[in-house]
Nanobody, 120 residues
């Protein structure tokens, strides 16, 4: 079994910053790409940022220049640094990871989600 545990999130004023963390643990053989998604009320879940195992990154246009995804492979942890936050960034943020577990095929695992609320 593989678990993803998120931390960070909460209430922040517009223009502020926040950092989310996602720690993967369990029977991990290979930890490939890690992702951050978000889902605002009444909206579909959207992919915010991705980082590959080699460190290549990709972002949705609405967060480019404001958010930075990174990872610490030694800790099996990814981070999402969010700067210049806007009220429209308010959402539940989920981390996800492409994992090959011991004795298993590749699978996408999800964290439990953490609320980020940006007040105007």
């Amino acid at each position: 079994q593989v678990q993803l545990v998120e931390s960070g999130g909460g209430l922040v004023q517009a223009g502020g910053s926040q950092r989310l963390s996602c720690a993967a643990s369990g029977s991990i053989f290979t930890l490939n790409a890690m992702h951050w998604y978000r889902q605002a009320p009444g909206k579909q879940r959207e992919l915010v940022a991705t980082i590959t195992s080699s460190g290549s990154t990709n972002y949705v246009d609405s967060v480019k220049g404001r958010f930075t995804i990174s990872r610490d492979n030694a800790k099996n942890t990814s981070y999402l640094q969010m700067n210049s936050l806007k009220p429209e960034d308010t959402a539940v943020y989920y981390c996800a990871a492409d994992v090959v577990a011991w004795g298993s095929l590749g699978h996408i695992y999800w964290g439990q989600g953490t609320q980020v609320t940006v007040s105007s």
